[in-house]
């Protein structure tokens, strides 16, 4: 068995160093004998290495395999990892994903902090790497504000939704038990035609399958006859569906433009978010110093944003994906950050250096704040990926977290989507002492309209109209259980409200309905998690709305705590795990964010997560091998 000359010694040396400029150093001179003595047990000595206490070493080792085979060109590369993943994950995402992934591992350098990323995110291996140190540069005219209190008048509603994902494919009476990460689709067999299926989907949608249009219809319906007099929407982004085999401009942009045409028609003022999904390919945003690949989605969103934020803010969209803009009726301002532009998913960002600060948001948002903190405007901060979730980048999460603290008197709170469920980040001013007393700021993070993850739900906030503190907050849910749900439709209803739910546990009590929700009294609420079980249970089924059920104690308990206490995603308290499962992650709410998801990383990850799938790579690239030389 003959492997390509320009493989082999990647193969061949596991063991290899790195030299002082990054790079592996391998033996030369091996003789042909050699060469077959370690192409015959490249992929034991590997595979022995990352089971064992070398993981990160064997990571690399494979990393240069694949960097080479990179090197031979996208349309070798992509077509290696199709023959690697097995038939139910699409080779269409790779075919999307491959050559930006191709063009990063020709540009890393093998043992630098990019590789190590690479290994984290890829395969579960390695370490998060250190953060490089950057003090955020900021004005030094500090005007040391202090967070207003309640003006104690009658609450505004806001209300926030997000990760719709329509699926404009779906098709009431097909398959919604195909075996494929999203079913409910235009039939690919005969066995998923409407009539034919043993599990017919429903009209308003299935747990297996994305939203039906039927259903995103019915929460603006909702929205509009439960909250006649919202102050205004915020959507943290993710309107595309899951099928991201299957993207293209054409496709994405009609959905995206759709979308927001039904919120235009059915709300009032919406301030919208770049989900990760909303790029072709998916989570793909290309920072703009490496170049302009991602200025049509940024026009697009620009262009569907302008009705509510103006031309001048649109004009940044369209610039960076992210605006600021004011609100018209009262004294706030809204910031909505391009997160898809610090998300471990984006390939764009593994550079051979990794970017500090990606096409300069991090400086432009603190050049937002402190005119914000100057003119006295309060301000909020809307997102799609939360800062703190496990797939933020370290460093620029880091650097986010000092701008926060920098500007928290004058930061209201933050809102963000992405992992589905129902939840909360508490971001404090001294992260290694997290107390009731340096809790700063609350990010409240969205349920998602998708069924995949739970009931569909939106949220509705009481907010002080002067101080624009959030008061309560109240989540709405459609229960599919509901034998009318199919029929009838979705009937929309509070499942919950944080100050009824939490407010009488924490010590001191908060029944005032004046008061602020406080990150101090969020952070109460997770100490009652730590102390009641009961508590912290139904906590766990509120993140699906009442779906799934997860039994979560001891270090499951104190992890989850842990990731609340987390708007820092350093002190989100996430080890990488060799390997993970795809579909595993697509259907367990409990475990893990639905919006992360590449199948690239399943692809790589399954080399590593089972024993012999290194011997399948070795025979495709001796097959490739016999291709290129005969």
């Known amino acids: 068995m003959r492997l390509p000359t320009t493989l082999l010694p990647c193969l061949g040396v596991i063991t290899a160093v790195i030299g002082t400029d990054g790079q592996a150093v391998v033996p030369q001179g091996l003789n042909e004998n050699q060469k077959t003595l370690y192409t015959n047990d490249w992929a034991d000595r590997i595979w022995k290495q990352i089971q064992g206490v070398s993981s990160c070493s064997g990571c690399q080792g494979l990393l240069l395999t694949f960097k080479s085979l990179a090197n031979l060109g996208d349309r070798y590369f992509v077509n290696t990892l199709q023959d690697v993943e097995d038939a139910d994950v699409c080779d269409g995402t790779i075919e999307l994903q491959g050559p930006i992934i191709a063009e990063a591992l020709r540009n890393v ?11 984290v995110t890829f395969l579960g291996l390695c370490n998060y790497p250190a953060i490089d140190e950057w003090e955020v540069p900021v004005p030094p005219d500090h005007l040391h504000r202090k967070r207003p209190v309640s003006s104690g008048r009658d609450p505004i509603k806001v209300v926030h939704y997000s990760d719709i994902h329509v699926d404009q494919l779906y098709t009431e009476g097909s398959n919604s038990e195909c075996g494929k990460p999203i079913c409910c689709r235009r039939p690919s067999t005969e066995d998923d035609e409407p009539g034919s ?6 009209p308003y949608g299935e747990h297996t399958c994305d939203s039906p249009a039927s259903l ?9 006859k439960l909250v006649p007099d919202a102050a205004f929407t915020i959507f943290t982004g993710d309107i595309i569906d899951h099928s991201i085999w299957n993207t293209s401009w054409d496709y994405n942009e009609h959905q995206i433009i759709r979308s927001y045409e039904h919120m235009d028609r059915h709300l009032g003022i919406v301030y919208g978010t770049a ?13 703009s110093s490496v170049g302009d690949a991602s200025s049509w989605i940024y026009d697009l969103l620009a262009g569907t944003w302008s009705r509510w934020i103006g031309h001048e803010s649109a004009s940044t969209a369209a610039r960076i994906g992210a605006y600021s803009t004011k609100y018209p009726h009262g004294n706030l301002r809204v910031i909505s950050l391009n997160t898809n532009l610090f998300y471990r998913g984006n390939f764009w960002l593994f550079q051979r250096k990794m970017l500090r600060d990606p096409s300069g948001q991090i400086d432009w948002l603190v050049e937002e704040l402190h005119a914000a903190e100057k003119a006295g405007e309060r301000v909020y901060i809307i997102g799609h990926m939360p800062l703190g979730d496990r797939n933020a980048f370290h460093d620029q999460s880091n650097y986010l977290n000092q701008v926060v603290n920098r500007y928290s008197a004058t930061i209201a709170a933050m809102f963000f989507g992405h992992t589905h469920r129902d939840h909360f980040q508490i ?27 739970g009931m569909p739900s939106f949220r509705v906030y009481d907010v002080d109209p002067v101080t624009f503190a959030v008061l309560d907050a109240t989540t709405y849910s459609a229960n599919m ?4 749900y199919q029929t009838q439709g979705p009937v929309w209803e509070k499942y919950y409200s944080a100050k009824e739910a939490y407010g009488l546990l924490t010590n001191p009590p908060l029944i005032d309905d004046t008061a602020e929700l406080t990150a101090s009294f969020w952070h109460n609420v997770t100490e009652v998690f730590e102390k009641n079980q009961t508590t912290f249970d139904e906590y766990m089924l509120r993140l699906s709305r009442g779906w799934v059920q997860p039994e979560c104690t001891g270090e499951c308990r104190s992890s989850q705590i842990c990731m609340l206490r987390a708007a820092r995603s350093q002190d989100g308290c996430d080890v990488p795990t060799l390997g993970f499962s795809y579909h595993t992650r697509m259907q367990n709410v409990a475990e893990r964010d639905e919006c992360g998801i590449s199948v690239l990383q399943a692809t790589f990850s399954a080399l590593v997560a089972k024993e012999g799938a290194l011997k399948i790579l070795q025979e495709i690239l001796a097959d490739l091998d016999v291709k290129l030389h005969g």
């Open 216 to 224: 995103e219809h019915s929460m603006y319906e909702a929205i509009k």
């Open 109 to 119: 350098a093998i043992g630098s902090k990019t590789s190590q990323h690479f290994c």
């Open 481 to 484: 259980t509901s034998p009318t």
């Open 275 to 287: 989900g990760n999904h909303e790029s072709h390919p998916t989570n793909a945003y290309q920072p």
């Open 427 to 453: 971001t404090y001013s001294d992260a290694p002492g997290k107390t009731f007393d340096n809790a700063l700021i609350t990010s409240y993070v969205g349920p998602s309209l998708t069924p995949m993850s």
């Open 197 to 202: 299926a043993v599990s017919p989907a429903g």
